[in-house]
């Protein structure tokens, strides 16, 4: 997006240029080379092959009317800064994307080492103390329940961070390569 935003600058340079142009004085230099066959020459003789007329032909112009020239031109400045505007809209609107993906990137990171120090090794206390606990009948049923229901629990927002971390990796490394 931000290449392509140049490239529109670029254009727009040439356009500028090419309008800038238009204003100088042209020069044209030609050559010619005609055939008189069938016409009658200088000696009344029918001209051939052979007879023919060259020439050569130089010139220049000059604009008289610079008006259109210099609208032209204001113009092709006009879509010059519009260009440049739109690149520097683009930048800082990835710019603004990079740095958001990167805090999300941050905050699951954050999140990651909260679950692979802690809470991991907390769910599994969790689970073990409560199948220990039914096993030896000091809770219920519902209870053991609930008690592996919060030791899976998070686990599962471990696997759940886990993705979302790997997701926002993915949407940074794809924003890099834009």
């Known amino acids: ?15 500028k240029a090419v309008q800038t142009a238009k204003m100088l004085p042209d020069l044209s230099v ?28 130089a010139g220049i112009s000059i604009p008289l009317f610079y008006g259109s020239y210099k609208s032209g031109i204001k113009s092709a400045k ?6 440049q505007t739109n690149a520097e809209y683009n930048n800082n609107v990835l710019q603004g994307q990079y740095e958001q993906q990167m805090l999300k990137v941050l905050k699951y990171k954050g999140s990651l080492t909260y679950y692979r120090n802690d809470a991991l090794f907390q769910a599994k206390l969790i689970i ?13 049923y519902v209870e053991y329940f609930q008690n592996i229901n919060k030791g899976l629990e998070l686990k599962f927002n471990y696997i759940n961070t886990l993705n979302g971390y790997n997701q926002a990796i993915i949407s940074l490394e794809y924003l890099i390569g834009q």
């Open 128 to 140: 073990d103390n409560a199948q220990r606990s039914f096993e030896n009948g000091a809770i219920d």
């Open 30 to 57: 030609g050559y010619f080379n005609l055939s008189q066959i069938g016409n009658l020459t200088a000696s009344g003789d029918v001209a051939g092959a052979s007879n023919r007329f060259t020439g050569v032909q």
């Open 1 to 15: 997006m931000l290449a392509y935003a140049k490239q529109q600058i670029n254009i727009a340079n040439a356009e």
């Open 78 to 83: 006009l879509r010059e800064t519009i260009a």
